[in-house]
């Protein structure tokens, strides 16, 4: 039972445009949720988070909205630069804090 | 670099000898998350460690594997009698601790081949 799911295996954007990567989570108890990036061959690198007392964060061209009704939440990058071309992993922690539960990830393309 | 060392950076064995995973925290980071991320999977937690203890194991196959995070020295993720499903990459990420909420710094990450 996969609890937190990103759907898109992938998606690619024209550069300068918005960049929308969905996540759907299951668990009601998650009330922390972050956004991790990844380049090849590298670990994963914190990118954004957002508690559940809110609906929206934001940091620079990065912004994520969360739905707690519809246990949704998505990222939004704009405007989208060729070097944000990587695998974006959505993450959740709920009370077992410590332990984050990711989704398989969605691979981003920027086209210049 | 303070950043999460991993060590190896890829390692080989032949089915039926032992791995040995080592992970290097941010400089007074005093938690330790390891993760496994099969092929076109994402990343799936293994166990959680504070010095010298197992917080949360839950994610851990049940034999051949175990971790240690001890007072003094980098944490170990050992795979005993490796088999082929264990090829995967492994993650090792750190964090303070200090709130309940923590950002994970990462690690580059141990490539495993089971040959």
């Known amino acids: 039972d996969q609890q937190v799911k990103q759907n898109s295996p992938s998606l690619s954007v024209q550069e300068g445009r918005i960049s929308i990567l969905n996540c759907d989570y299951t668990n009601s108890m998650f009330d922390y949720f972050l956004w991790y990036k990844k380049y090849p061959a590298e670990g994963p690198t914190f990118l954004i988070s957002i508690s559940s007392i809110k609906d929206k964060n934001e940091d620079g061209r990065f912004t994520v909205f969360l739905n707690k009704s519809a246990k949704h939440l998505s990222l939004h990058i704009v405007p989208s630069q060729p070097g944000d071309s990587a695998v974006y992993f959505c993450?959740?922690?709920?009370?077992?804090?410590?332990?984050?539960?990711f989704g398989d990830g969605t691979t981003l393309t920027v086209k210049p | 670099n303070a950043g999460v060392m991993q060590n190896p950076r890829h390692l080989v064995r032949r089915r039926g000898q032992e791995a040995r995973l080592r992970c290097s925290p941010v400089k007074g980071h005093s938690h330790v998350y390891w993760y496994r991320q099969l092929p076109e999977e994402g990343l799936k937690f293994m166990v959680y460690?504070?010095?010298?203890?197992?917080?949360?194991e839950s994610g851990m196959p049940k034999e051949r594997f175990s971790a240690e995070f001890p007072k003094e020295g980098p944490s170990i993720l050992r795979i005993q009698q490796v088999v082929r499903g264990d090829s995967a990459a492994y993650f090792c990420?750190?964090?303070?601790?200090?709130?309940?909420?923590?950002?994970?710094?990462f690690g580059p990450g141990t490539r495993l081949t089971v040959l």
């Open positions: 460690l504070q010095k010298e203890n197992i917080i949360d």
């Open positions: 993450a959740a922690e709920g009370t077992n804090a410590g332990k984050s539960t």
């Open positions: 990420a750190s964090s303070t601790g200090t709130s309940f909420y923590n950002e994970q710094f």
